[in-house]
């Protein structure tokens, strides 16, 4: 892999990280700052962030292929890469078809993207796709770096390892909350899991596949449910359940801090005294 994520990352929304937190990230030793929340096709925000910093990666997760044009996100990524060789990260996918009044075929859409970025120039190591199925995942390896699952557990991951073969990057991120009261953490992570998440049918049936039930994924997610996709407890705790995606077969781990309004560089700093 031409670039290098290292085996832990932060996940944040695009308009959340700025300069000084991308620099802090980088000391603390996380090897990628990866920023979802569908970042503008121009991407001049993740060249800010990597114009700040010196050797992390900067990757998107996702920009979305409704939204922005595949050639528009290709000279992005082009002038980027040429500025800041093997420092980023293009990270694409369809979205959600709740949010996408065209939303049709979302596969087909895919890989006409795929091919519009082949097109302008942007090699298949460059880029990762948003992934859940075997069918998407099974594209990630072939036109692909690798998969960028979301909202998943280290199930999902050991699963996905084993239908991508070695060799392809297998990067799911993880929601994590540093509070040692159960009932308290749920309470932060629900919420942001619960809306939109597990409304949407996508997120819905890959929690089915891995065999969680509809009363599991209905009115807020059962405790268990909350339990795994938004881990908590002290920060040993926490990065030991981080480290069960790499020993499930994960490359990286994208870790997301919540509550997503507070200032996310404590649980940051804590993690990385467990994981890096």
Known sequence: MAVNLGKYGIWCWWNGVD???AVEIEKLGYGAIWLGGNPPG??????????????ITVATGIVNMWTDDAPTVGASYL???ANHPD????????????????YQKPYDKIV??????DEVGVPAEGRALAALGPKVLKLSAQRALGAHPYLTTPEHTREAREQLGRGVLLAPE?????????ERARATARPPINNPYLGLVNYRNNLKRLGWSESDIDDGGSDAL?????????AATVAAGVKKHIEAGADHVSIQALPM???????????AEHLL
Do not use: C, M, N, W
Not at 42 to 55: P, R, V
Not at 88 to 100: D, N, S, Y
Not at 112 to 117: A, G, N
Not at 263 to 270: G, H, K, S, V
């Open 87 to 102: 420092r980023f990260l293009l990270g694409v996918g369809v979205g959600h078809p709740e949010a996408q009044q065209e």
């Open 42 to 55: 121009d991407l001049a925000h993740i060249e800010k962030l990597l114009d700040a910093t010196s050797s």
């Open 261 to 271: 309004k507070a200032d996310p560089l404590p649980t940051y700093r804590a993690l």
């Open 19 to 21: 300069e000084e937190l």
């Open 79 to 81: 002038r980027i890469a």
């Open 174 to 182: 993880q929601k994590v909350v540093l509070d040692t009261d159960a």
């Open 112 to 117: 006409s993207y795929l091919d519009q970025l």
């Open 226 to 234: 909350i339990d795994r996709l938004g881990l908590h407890g002290d």
